[in-house]
């Protein structure tokens, strides 16, 4: 079946605009998380969806950025008024988790390609 | 502060060779842990992963180890091939209170390049 794919794969924005990233999970899959990888750094959790709640949302770096979830599917991470700072990869990564309470079904998370992010 | 430690940037290994990743990690409530592999411009790609219950897992050419004592885990790959040059990620998740279900903690990645 697909994995997760994400939209676009570059995106290049001056500073002070807004963007948009699309993460699409594999589906069926409960859980969805965003993560930042800069450069020469290891993968930076941002936040954390199960189903369209979000009950983590810890990683964010600041209030410029959100997130949203619908349908139990599709995800949208949103920075506003970007700065220089934010050049990154955003990566998005999805599993089948079950709730806390419950045995884990598996902790294994499919990444998408990530979206290059290079604000100027 | 960085939970999850590679302290290896790089590794070169001949082909044919065992290549050997380490990772250490700080918080006695990880239990679950996994490998990664990273291609430029691409996503990582799950490898190889190991429960605290156990002390080795083997797929093919990969075996994890783990010693919950010393908080350390491997990962061997053998026999190392060209194909295997990429970044290595180490990558933990707990149940402790503080932790999100299933959300991974990452090492900084270790460059493996496995030579002709």
């Known amino acids: 079946g697909a994995g997760v794919s994400q939209s676009p794969s570059n995106k290049v924005t001056e500073k002070g605009k807004d963007v948009e990233l699309r993460c699409d999970p594999i589906?069926?899959?409960?859980?969805l998380y965003w993560y930042r990888q800069s450069l020469g750094q290891g993968l930076e959790f941002l936040i954390y969806?199960?189903?369209?709640?979000?009950?983590?949302k810890s990683g964010l770096p600041s209030d410029r950025f959100s997130a949203e979830r619908t349908g139990g599917s599709v995800s949208t991470l949103t920075i506003q008024r970007t700065q220089q700072e934010d050049s990154a990869v955003y990566l998005c990564?999805?599993?089948?988790?079950?709730?806390?309470?419950?045995?884990?079904?598996?902790?294994?998370?499919?990444f998408g390609p990530g979206t290059r992010l290079t604000v100027l | 502060d960085q939970q999850v430690k590679q302290n290896s940037p790089s590794l070169s290994v001949q082909e044919g060779r065992i290549s050997i990743l380490n990772c250490d990690y700080t918080?006695?409530?990880?239990?679950?842990f996994l490998w990664y592999k990273k291609y430029p411009a691409e996503g990582p790609t799950f490898l190889i992963s190991?429960?605290?219950?156990?002390d080795k897992n083997e797929d093919g050419r990969f075996t994890v180890f783990l010693n919950k004592s010393a908080k350390h885990l491997s990962l061997h790959i053998v026999p190392s091939q060209p194909g295997d040059s990429a970044v290595y990620f180490c990558?933990?998740?707990?149940?402790?209170?503080?932790?999100?279900?299933?959300?991974?903690?990452f090492g900084r990645g270790t460059q493996l390049t496995v030579w002709p």
């Open positions: 990564a999805s599993s089948s988790i079950a709730v806390r309470d419950s045995p884990r079904i598996t902790d294994t998370q499919y």
């Open positions: 589906s069926g899959h409960t859980a």
């Open positions: 969806f199960q189903g369209n709640s979000a009950p983590d």
């Open positions: 918080n006695s409530m990880f239990d679950y």
């Open positions: 190991i429960s605290s219950i156990k």
């Open positions: 990558a933990a998740s707990g149940l402790d209170r503080g932790s999100t279900l299933g959300r991974l903690y």
